[in-house]
């Protein structure tokens, strides 16, 4: 039932590596493009590669302002600001008057390496023979660094730059909490807006995997890493639930959704994209290290479709986390068959992996903007399916059966968290 306090999705904005803004990034989707490819090859013995994807046509010259801004800006936090730029731009809100105390920001965010470049100085000065001198750290680090280098690479900024560009003097918070920050962005506006504390709430998530610095912190053998294999270099895929599935594919990329009273958005005439319907998040204890919790992701997806008051038979599809990477997809598989069926399953990371805190708003904007022009996305390059992780997964693009889809994100230390989404197509 439609109500006029219905908390609705009015504006859609993203930075990804297969498109930049809502129209770009739908026709990429419907294309099936792959934004994956070679990142890095180490010159060791078996030449071992790194694959990812990245976003190669960003400027944040074109969204950011004024553009002295984009000093105090990591490559990050532009791409942070130009999803909300074109989320703000989507949703026709420049043109509406908006009370700025009734307007928040929510933001998924997590560590900003920044350029490893701006490091080199200090690594150099305080290294001898080929060797790091720690003890002199401290001291070369005021020197060579840039001033402002904390200020530019802060997991918080994103959040606060788009507050002060919108006015937005509402709740303001980051979140983060890996790849479940994004969902648990758009929980806590929600909650804001239930709570009668605001009309419009910006929700987006940023997140890099990609720089050596990013892939260095990460652990041993989580992303697609191998032998270098001149037949497949060009060819490089996520597949998730595949039984030939070799790592999460790291990526980089922001995303952003305007939320809003439906009270307010038909008020001043903006076309609805989607509603909100129904969250939960929950954590528990992996039975493997780093294996991700089968029972987090089950109460989660339970929770959600209660808080949503949805049956499993009313779901299109599941727009799944679908890391790729063996254990944490048979988790996810399980908790997907255990609680939903065979209801279908498509996975984005097949198209431009995993973007850390980013991925979850990246890929629930991909299952709306998909849905919208009327198709339930394949999961790209889908063959057979790991009998290990029992789900349906869609392997090619057909109508949509249903107007809601169930989001779902996990993390490999147990965090998990779903959304209920029907989109007003």
């Known amino acids: 039932m439609v109500g006029i306090d219905d908390i609705v999705i009015t504006g859609l904005g993203c930075v990804s590596p297969i498109g930049i803004g809502r129209q770009a990034f739908q026709q990429a989707l419907l294309d099936g493009k792959c934004g994956i490819r070679c990142l890095y090859r180490i010159q060791d013995e078996p030449q071992t590669t790194f694959y990812g994807a990245t976003v190669d046509d960003f400027s944040g010259k074109l969204y950011v302002t004024p553009r002295k801004a984009l000093k105090v800006m990591s490559r990050e936090v532009q791409m942070a600001y130009a999803a909300a730029h074109l989320a703000w731009q989507d949703s026709a809100l420049a043109d509406a008057s908006v009370d700025p105390d009734r307007m928040g920001v929510i933001w998924g965010s997590e560590i900003i390496p920044g350029d490893e470049a701006e490091l080199n100085g200090a690594i150099r000065a305080s290294s001898s023979q080929g060797k790091m001198d ?34 937005a003097r509402g709740p303001n918070n980051t979140i983060a909490q890996e790849e479940v920050s994004s969902l648990l962005a758009l929980s806590e506006a929600a909650l804001i807006m239930q709570s009668g504390r605001a009309d419009v709430m910006i929700v987006g998530a940023v997140g890099g995997r990609v720089s050596p610095t990013r892939l260095a912190f990460r652990l041993h053998d989580f992303y697609d ?37 439906r009270r307010h958005a038909v008020a001043r005439g903006a076309p609805i994209l989607a509603s909100f319907q129904g969250q939960a998040s929950r954590c528990g204890q992996p039975k493997t290290k780093y294996g991700g919790s089968r029972i987090a992701i089950s109460s989660a997806i339970s929770g959600a479709l209660r808080d949503a008051g949805v049956e499993v038979a009313e779901l299109d599809h599941v727009c799944a986390q679908g890391y790729s990477e063996k254990l944490l997809d048979i988790e996810e598989g399980q908790a997907i068959r255990e609680i939903l069926g065979q209801v279908p399953v498509t996975a984005f990371s097949s198209y431009f992996g995993t973007a850390g805190a980013a991925c979850g708003i990246l890929e629930l904007i991909a299952s709306i903007v998909g849905m919208h022009s009327g198709k339930r996305l394949a999961t790209l390059h889908h063959q057979s399916t790991d009998p290990e992780c029992p789900v349906q997964v869609c392997d090619t693009t057909v109508p949509v059966t249903q107007s809601r889809f169930l989001k779902i994100s996990h993390t490999a230390f147990g965090q998990a968290a779903a959304a209920v989404i029907e989109c007003e197509m």
């Open 225 to 261: 890493q191998h032998p270098y294999d001149p037949a497949t270099a060009e060819g490089p895929r996520s597949d998730p639930f595949g039984p030939g599935r070799r790592g999460i594919v790291p990526a980089e990329g922001a995303g952003a959704i305007i939320l809003e009273r």
């Open 134 to 167: 720690f003890s002199a750290w401290g001291r070369e680090f005021s020197k060579e660094i840039y001033p402002l280098w904390m200020l530019r690479n802060l997991p918080n900024m994103p959040a606060c730059h788009v507050g002060i560009a919108v006015d």
